[in-house]
């Protein structure tokens, strides 16, 4: 029995296990009364959701958050949002080793998966070291937002505790907010947006990637090289940034950004370039940009930000690995080269699988929730723009979340719940066993195209 129940727990389905516990526990915190505030209601629902989207540190609710929660439920909700941001691994590290205990070879297991990673080698000081660079950036954050918040609030406690909740919802690009109006009250302010954006890069870029600059600035290793990782996720994460403020500030010519100042216009389409990839802060009612702007914005929250990092989507890696693998059957090459070095062949074919995947069940999603609402005259921009956002793990919002049904609702769960723990953990938790054949048939072609 015991041997039965290791052999269908694979490290992949612990860690879905384990956030689905996170996202379980947490929303019967989050359900109990010292966690609201007087007078108001809240269903088991309403608190799964508020949960699920914490954990999966999406952003989206079904409540106004400011006016639901108590000082208790936001401590409550803080923590999901750290635990979701980080991982769970990370934390669970942290408390083996605080209690002196061997991180053994199942755990190290966990922590690959839990972290994208495909080697043993370093896992307990990445650990160690995502959670300080973690919670120092957060610290930073929030003295820096803290401060300048004085001038916004009356007391120099509600601004700091205004400010440490914005620095941690921007680094782990959560999306929650406790003003009530998200980031819409500092939208004419460039300092507070400035230091928002500067956090929400630093959370989606990746861990291994702020590691590895940690350890570039420290000069200790004179002979160091940025990892291709590093090099693909860095420079992709950037250009489709640069491609974002672009795309926005031209289709919202004319539009929303008609009678704005140049510098309005251009930090308004900056903000959304980077918000959008996960960040799901806003500093503006989203639905007022046109049709146009709110498809290519879903498309930027689908490709997401990096692996190994807070954010969802594809991943900057997946898209990076289709254009270059496109790009070499374009000039007629069987190989694919990028920054002296070459793209394992299985990398490849698991971009495309992730992609496939992701566009199968965000259609499906799509479907699902248009069938669900059928009658209630959501029209169909929003329901993408909603479901982009959710398995994007972004949070931005056309405002129609808590319109819709409890059916509705539970797929926008499935899919932040899926954007959090990655499609390629998902999909190894449901693959067989890999089994040998032990016969092969005569190999014919196909016609594809």
Same mark, same amino acid.
């Given at each position: 029995?015991?041997?039965?129940?290791?052999?269908?727990?694979?490290?992949?389905?612990?860690?879905?296990?384990?956030?689905?516990?996170?996202?379980?526990?947490?929303?019967?915190?989050?359900?109990?009364? +010292?966690?609201?505030?007087?007078?108001?209601?809240?269903?088991?629902?309403?608190?799964?959701?508020?949960?699920?989207?914490?954990?999966? $540190?999406?952003?989206?609710?079904? @409540?106004?958050?400011?006016?639901?929660?108590?000082?208790?439920? #936001? #401590?409550?909700?803080?923590? /999901?949002?750290?635990?979701?941001?980080?991982?769970?691994?990370?934390?669970?590290?942290? $408390?083996?080793?605080?209690?002196?205990?061997?991180?053994?070879?199942? %755990?190290?297991?966990?922590?690959?998966?839990?972290?994208?990673?495909?080697?043993? !080698?370093?896992? $307990?000081?990445?650990?160690?070291?995502?959670?300080?660079?973690?919670?120092?950036?957060?610290?930073?954050?929030?003295?820096?937002?803290?401060? =300048?918040?004085?001038?916004?609030?009356?007391?120099?406690?509600?601004?700091?505790?205004?400010? /440490?909740?914005? !620095?941690?919802?921007?680094?782990? *690009?959560?999306?929650?907010?406790?003003?009530?109006?998200?980031?819409?009250?500092?939208?004419?302010?460039?300092?507070? %947006?400035?230091?928002?954006?500067?956090?929400?890069?630093?959370?989606?870029?990746?861990?291994? @990637?702020?590691?590895?600059?940690?350890?570039?600035?420290?000069?200790?290793?004179? *002979?160091?090289?940025?990892?291709?990782?590093?090099?693909?996720?860095?420079?992709?994460?950037?250009?489709?940034?640069?491609?974002?403020?672009?795309?926005?500030?031209?289709?919202?010519?004319?539009?929303?950004?008609?009678?704005?100042?140049?510098?309005?216009?251009?930090? *308004?389409? $900056?903000? *959304?370039?980077?918000?959008?990839?996960?960040?799901?802060?806003?500093?503006?009612?989203?639905?007022?940009?046109? +049709?146009?702007?709110?498809?290519?914005?879903?498309?930027?929250?689908?490709?997401?930000?990096?692996?190994?990092?807070?954010?969802?989507?594809?991943?900057?890696?997946?898209?990076?690995?289709?254009?270059?693998t496109i790009r070499s059957f374009a000039f007629g090459k069987t190989d694919v080269k990028v920054f002296g070095r070459e793209i394992h062949p299985e990398d490849q074919q698991k971009a495309f699988i992730v992609l496939s995947v992701f566009i199968i069940m965000l259609f499906s999603a799509v479907i699902l929730i248009a069938a669900f609402e059928s009658g209630n005259g959501i029209p169909l921009t929003a329901i993408i723009f909603e479901t982009s956002s959710a398995f994007g793990t972004c949070g931005l919002s056309m405002g129609i979340t808590p319109d819709l049904t409890i059916n509705s609702q539970l797929v926008l769960m499935v899919l932040m719940f899926i954007g959090?723990?990655?499609?390629?953990?998902?999909?190894?938790?449901?693959?067989?066993?890999?089994?040998?054949?032990? =016969?092969?048939?005569?190999?014919?072609? +196909?016609?594809?195209?």
């Amino acid at each position: 029995m015991k041997l039965a129940l290791n052999q269908f727990l694979t490290p992949f389905r612990m860690i879905l296990v384990s956030y689905v516990v996170a996202m379980f526990l947490f929303s019967i915190l989050l359900y109990l009364p +010292i966690s609201h505030q007087e007078g108001v209601h809240l269903t088991y629902s309403e608190a799964l959701f508020t949960s699920v989207s914490a954990v999966s $540190v999406t952003g989206l609710t079904v @409540v106004n958050v400011s006016e639901t929660y108590s000082f208790t439920g #936001i #401590i409550f909700l803080s923590l /999901a949002i750290q635990l979701g941001g980080i991982g769970i691994m990370t934390l669970g590290t942290f $408390v083996w080793m605080l209690f002196g205990r061997k991180i053994v070879l199942s %755990q190290r297991m966990l922590i690959m998966v839990d972290q994208n990673q495909n080697q043993f !080698s370093g896992l $307990v000081s990445l650990m160690r070291g995502i959670l300080l660079v973690a919670l120092l950036i957060e610290l930073i954050g929030a003295l820096i937002l803290g401060t =300048y918040f004085i001038r916004y609030f009356d007391t120099v406690g509600e601004a700091f505790y205004q400010g /440490a909740f914005a !620095s941690l919802s921007a680094f782990t *690009n959560a999306g929650f907010d406790i003003t009530g109006q998200s980031l819409i009250p500092f939208a004419n302010d460039y300092y507070v %947006q400035l230091v928002v954006i500067l956090l929400i890069f630093a959370g989606a870029i990746g861990f291994p @990637v702020l590691l590895e600059l940690k350890e570039y600035f420290s000069r200790k290793n004179t *002979n160091f090289k940025f990892s291709l990782f590093t090099k693909i996720t860095t420079t992709t994460y950037f250009i489709v940034f640069l491609i974002g403020v672009i795309g926005i500030w031209l289709l919202e010519l004319g539009y929303y950004y008609d009678g704005l100042a140049w510098h309005q216009q251009f930090f *308004n389409a $900056v903000f *959304n370039s980077a918000t959008s990839r996960s960040g799901g802060l806003a500093t503006m009612d989203i639905s007022e940009l046109n +049709i146009s702007t709110l498809m290519f914005i879903s498309g930027l929250m689908i490709i997401g930000a990096s692996p190994s990092s807070v954010g969802g989507g594809i991943r900057t890696t997946t898209l990076a690995v289709m254009f270059l693998t496109i790009r070499s059957f374009a000039f007629g090459k069987t190989d694919v080269k990028v920054f002296g070095r070459e793209i394992h062949p299985e990398d490849q074919q698991k971009a495309f699988i992730v992609l496939s995947v992701f566009i199968i069940m965000l259609f499906s999603a799509v479907i699902l929730i248009a069938a669900f609402e059928s009658g209630n005259g959501i029209p169909l921009t929003a329901i993408i723009f909603e479901t982009s956002s959710a398995f994007g793990t972004c949070g931005l919002s056309m405002g129609i979340t808590p319109d819709l049904t409890i059916n509705s609702q539970l797929v926008l769960m499935v899919l932040m719940f899926i954007g959090r723990v990655g499609l390629v953990a998902f999909l190894f938790s449901i693959r067989r066993k890999e089994r040998k054949s032990h =016969y092969k048939y005569p190999t014919e072609r +196909i016609i594809i195209g």
